[in-house]
């Protein structure tokens, strides 16, 4: 039912958008991996600049991510979620079997992304249910990218609230204390992005596919525009130079995302996201 919705919308918002780009080349079977190790301070500088809180942790998805693209040829689309899909599963991230999984990260490419999230948000308003007041505000910017995710708290079991009553509102039950970890944890239960067609121009299919899996499965902002980072979160500076894929950085913040304690506070939380990058930064040896 929400992805007829979706569809629906997208369709009377921007009709067309399905011939926005058609002529991306790329290989997806490109990973671009950083040969010099990250210091620790480049990583904790790196993560502060790109991560989003919720109630003073970081959100992410709990159940399998299912990728489904609207708005792109449906050849091209398909390379899009399975890239998606790859970078998930190399950072431990499960994924829902393709075809029969229920789409919780969709992906619109549209003619005038401004207009279509404002239509979305006056027409259908049940798409931005769980979504935070600062996020919302973000999401309604004007440009070329537009993404926004619907956050459930949840116990430190991972449970959801429950309705104990038939005219109360639902109640969530923690179980117990801790100095240092909270009684709460943040899940993504479904993440949206609204592309402007004209912005893909010039851009790669590995690109975009790793630009959104930054965006929606690590929540990840881009950084301040003038502060140097090799990140593909730069994809769409007018000012920098953004590299072919995900970089060491990139991969290290997402990985590390999914190992932190899901009830830890943000603070812990950023700090083992950094050590995770300082580590898989590291050069490697191999041996044929």
Known sequence: ???????????????????????????PSIVV???????????????????????????????????????LPRQYAMVVEDRIRD??????????????????????VADNADAVVRKLRQKFSGLFLGVSAKE??????EGPVHVWSAVQVRNENGQAPRQTESDG????????????????QQAV????????????????????????????LAGARPPREGVEANTILTLFDPQGAPPPAMTGIDRGFLAGLYKVRPNGTSVTQMSTISRQIVKDSKPRTERE
Request: with cysteine.
């Open 1 to 27: 039912m929400r992805m007829a919705l979706i569809g629906f919308a997208l369709a009377i918002a921007a009709p067309g958008t399905a011939q926005a780009q058609d002529k991306p080349a790329d290989d």
């Open 33 to 71: 991996r950083g040969q010099k190790g990250v210091p620790p301070r480049e990583a904790r500088k790196f993560v502060r600049q790109v991560v989003t809180s919720t109630e003073g942790q970081l959100a992410r998805f709990v159940d399998p991510v299912c990728p489904f693209v609207l708005g």
């Open 87 to 108: 970078d998930a599963r190399q950072a431990g991230i499960r994924t829902g079997a393709e075809g029969k999984c229920q789409p919780n990260l969709v992906i619109m």
């Open 136 to 141: 919302m505000s973000r999401a309604m910017r």
């Open 169 to 184: 509102p639902p109640t969530l039950r923690v179980y117990g204390a801790s100095l240092v970890d909270l009684q709460t």
């Open 189 to 216: 239960l479904q993440s949206i992005m609204v592309l402007d067609a004209d912005a893909l121009l010039g851009k790669t299919l590995t690109q975009i596919s790793d630009y959104v899996a930054m965006r929606t």
